[in-house]
């Protein structure tokens, strides 16, 4: 669970570079847009990314949040748990896809019917990474 002070942060700051863990063991970093939802930090993607494959196969992962400047920033060492169109319940992946888009962009979409349209189209997951050991230089 994030403290307060990191959901501020995070609530803010929308910037991530995500790391992961490939087959060999080395890590695979993405660059993402993020914001506090539920439990942890969510952002979505499509199921053919590489992270996504890398956290289906380890779930551990490591998330740097940025500020602009790069002077401020947090680092949520955790696991991710991921919202699968074809695995989880279609209401909650589609409420949790608008909780993430909302975060991250720090507005609601204007058209949520045609949000959830483009969602189910390209096959997006939702992925909350939850902390188990946090740092910060804010």
Not at 68 to 74: G, S, V
């Amino acid at each position: 669970m994030l403290s307060d002070n990191l959901k501020e942060f995070a609530g803010k700051n929308h910037n991530g570079v995500l790391t992961t863990f490939r087959k060999s063991g080395a890590g695979q970093m993405s660059i993402i847009t993020c914001g506090p939802v539920t439990t942890g930090i969510g952002f979505s993607s499509t199921l053919e990314k590489a992270k996504i494959i890398n956290l289906a196969r380890d779930n551990r992962c490591t998330l740097l949040i940025s500020s602009p400047d790069w002077r401020q920033y947090i680092v949520i060492e955790g696991h991710a748990k991921i919202y699968h169109p074809e695995l989880s319940d279609p209401k909650e992946l589609r409420l949790l896809l608008r909780d993430i888009y909302a975060s991250a962009s720090g507005k609601d979409h204007p058209n949520w019917e045609e949000f959830d349209r483009v969602m189910v189209a390209d096959r997006r997951v939702g992925i909350i990474v939850e902390s188990e050991n946090h740092y910060s230089a804010i």
